[in-house]
């Protein structure tokens, strides 16, 4: 009877709903700005407690993280429609990148990722909760269509407060994986065709540089470069500023050069092994399959067939895993056996401090047992640490404990600053240096 004209009065409320929520939805956020900003303005940076400071950092990194996935959510809408040209913009990446102050180029890597997301059940949910970075976001979506199925397994990490690095990490693993062996050939024929060293000189003075080329063309060069770069890290000390990228640098263009090495002659060039970690399974296959790995150590994931091509290269040791149980010769010194060494790296692949995933410089450190307390330089009482979380445990009286798998990093009861960490890093190598002259 009055059905249909009901029907059609309820589309026009519902058109004049959409329209008021949509009002609402931007006048809602530009409401939660002016609070933020509001709160932001009377603040003197310089009169905050540190710790009040990073908490409101890290209160503004979850409303970023919260922002940059509703950016995500909404944006693919904005592109569907075309509606951009109506504010006077060619495409969609001009418009996303003008309103975020980014290149195009940029914004449409972004807008890219929003779209991929839009069609994973896990990613369009990790989106609606907020939980996405922007960054992150773009790592899952590339992992998803490279391999299917892989944006859970990458959440799990987000989720259990993993780093950036060892997410990218894992995620290079998981498309490495999802590669066929054809595939990898073709695509180390494209990366050698595309090959290119780039240089000019910038503006304000100096060299710019940019080389592209093979994983295995970099791994032959690669053992060299980092033995010597680490040798005159050592060398210059820890009052010397130079940074560890500086050092490999000047090592770098000094093996261009034929220059001498640390050790004052050419033939005694400082020395080191590039460490190759295959499975046995995926080495007589010929190609990884999901969980097994075929790595250069400090490259990441490369293809079976690149390995083996490394086989004969004097520079290189492989470590081929038969499963999870590595075991190794160990000594009780606080030098490490060769053997421990390589078990170390195999392991734990980057220092073991929940959410660092960094993998240059790492030290062993005692973990369980300290040395001062005589504690053994073994593969079970030893893990890898990169040289800021070793100096705070070392210096500032942080505590690693629990086991590969399941690390805890625990604070002492008043955490110095960095400040004060690196004094007492200081004064340490300084007391050591008097004791090693007398």
Sequence with gaps: MGGRGHTSGHGQRGADTGADLAADLASGIRAGTSVIEDALAAVVPGRLRPEAAMAA???????????????????PRVCESGVYAKAGFASAPEWLGALAGTSAGAARGRLAAAGRAASVPALASALEEGELSSAELSVLAQAEAAAPGSAAPLLELVEGGAGHQALCDE???????????????????KVHA????????????????????????????QSIIEAEA????????????????????DAFIDLLAGAK??????????????????????????????????????????????????????????????????????????????????ALVARDRACVVPGCGKHLGLQADHCHVDYADDGPTT????????????????????????????????????????????????????????????
């Design 194 to 221: 595309l090959r290119h060293l780039r240089v000019h000189q910038c503006e304000a003075g100096g060299i710019r540089g940019e080389f592209f080329l093979d994983e295995t063309q970099w791994a032959r060069v």
């Design 171 to 189: 995620a290079a693993r998981m498309k490495a994986a999802a590669r066929a062996k054809e595939a990898e050939c073709e695509r180390r024929a």
């Design 230 to 249: 680490r040798a005159r890290f050592k060398a210059a000390g820890s009052d010397d500023p130079t940074s560890f990228e500086a050092h490999r640098l």
């Design 379 to 438: 593969y079970e009482n030893l893990a890898l640490l990169c040289p800021a979380h070793h100096d705070m445990k070392t210096h500032g009286g942080w505590k690693l404990t629990g086991e590969p798998g399941n690390w805890q990093w625990i604070p002492p009861p008043r955490p110095p600053s960095a400040g004060r960490i690196a004094r007492q890093r200081k004064v340490t190598v300084a007391k050591a240096t008097a004791r090693r002259q007398t």
């Design 57 to 75: 950092v890290a209160a503004l990194a979850e409303a970023e993280r919260v922002v940059a996935s509703a950016i995500a959510r909404l944006s």
């Design 261 to 342: 090495g640390t050790g004052g002659s050419r033939g005694s060039r400082a020395r080191a092994e590039v460490l190759v970690l295959v499975d046995a399974e995926a080495l007589r296959r010929g190609t990884t399959a999901t969980g097994e790995i075929c790595e250069i150590e400090g490259i990441g994931p490369v293809p079976v067939q690149s390995a083996i091509e490394l086989l004969g290269e004097g520079s290189l040791r492989f470590l081929v895993k038969e499963g999870t149980d590595i075991k190794t010769v160990t000594r009780a010194s606080r030098d490490l056996a060769k053997k421990t060494a390589i």
